[in-house]
């Protein structure tokens, strides 16, 4: 009789095992369908086109600037100088870069902004300087930036500038490295 409950309880068991495993499985379009009907975990676009207002009685200008350090051997450039936008607009600005060296280098963009306090108030979407960008002996590339004025921005600021600069990754680049120890060496 032992026998025989051992495997009752073992097939119990494999079907509680095999009804998980398809209640897991089941979980992901689930999951997905429930975020989409409810708006939950929807990319930062979706999120800001749904919940944005755009302020059509307002115009900022972006003005755009960009820098690259000295050790880095980079072209880089916004394709506009500027643009106009109303609060709560969606914008996409592109940036030329290039690669001047005769090796691969990972460059990292640092924003800044002027005035200040309007880096609260930029959202940005899509933007090259969220990661290290690697670009091939001699590669040209244009990089977008998409980006929302939050319409909260105090109705004093009317000109924002959005800066980058891009450094050397630290070890994407073995001929800074080398130039840099040879200086300290002596």
Known sequence: MEKSGNRV???KLL???????????????F????????????GDAQVLAK?????????ITMEFDANVD?????????????????????VQVLFDVENLA???ITGQAIPSYGPQLAGRYVKKIECFCFTGQTLKA????????MLVMEPD????????????TFFVQPGSDKSVESKETKAVNG
Request: proline share 7%.
């Open 9 to 11: 309880l073992l097939k």
């Open 138 to 145: 001699g590669e040209k590339r244009k990089m977008p930036v």
């Open 102 to 104: 005769d090796h691969d």
């Open 70 to 90: 000295a050790n880095l051997p980079w072209k880089f450039s916004p394709v506009e100088k500027s643009v106009t936008m109303h609060p709560g607009e969606m």
């Open 31 to 42: 999951y997905y369908k429930i975020c989409e009907v409810t708006g939950l975990n929807a």
């Open 153 to 164: 921005l105090p109705k004093d600021v009317n000109t924002v500038t959005l800066s980058y």
């Open 51 to 59: 919940n944005t207002q755009v302020d059509a009685s307002r115009t």
């Open 15 to 29: 079907i509680v095992t095999v009804g998980m495993f398809g209640f897991g499985y089941a979980m992901v379009p």
